[in-house]
């Protein structure tokens, strides 16, 4: 069974920085396409970031050139660096496997001073 379970968020300061994972189980992760999505309270899930299996990465234009995704397939990890965090950074942070139903229950990330 394919499981996903993230990790790493938490109280940041605008401007401080977090790094978020993704743990993958289940499944041949090394072929697989993951992305990050986040969701504030009242909007919709929104995308955030992705990498293929072959590295590339896509990221929304929200947040190009303060987060950096990443992935370990050894370890099945996807990761997420953010960082200059911003207030409107604030959600709940998701990964999920591109294409299918599979996602992690989700990571608060609250940036506020």
């Known amino acids: 069974q394919v499981q996903l379970v993230e990790s790493g968020g938490g109280l940041v300061q605008p401007g401080g920085s977090l790094r978020l994972s993704c743990a993958a189980s289940?499944?041949?992760?090394?072929?697989?396409?993951v992305s990050w999505y986040r969701q504030s309270p009242g909007k919709q899930r929104e995308l955030v970031a992705g990498?293929?299996?072959?590295?590339?990465?896509n990221y929304a234009d929200s947040v190009k050139g303060r987060f950096t995704i990443s992935r370990d397939n050894a370890k099945k990890m996807v990761y997420l660096q953010m960082n200059s965090l911003k207030p409107e950074d604030t959600a709940v942070y998701y990964c999920?496997?591109?294409?299918?139903?599979?996602w992690g229950q989700g990571t608060q990330v609250t940036v506020s001073s």
């Open positions: 289940g499944t041949s992760f090394r072929t697989l396409s």
């Open positions: 990498i293929t299996s072959s590295y590339r990465t």
């Open positions: 999920t496997i591109v294409a299918s139903d599979y």
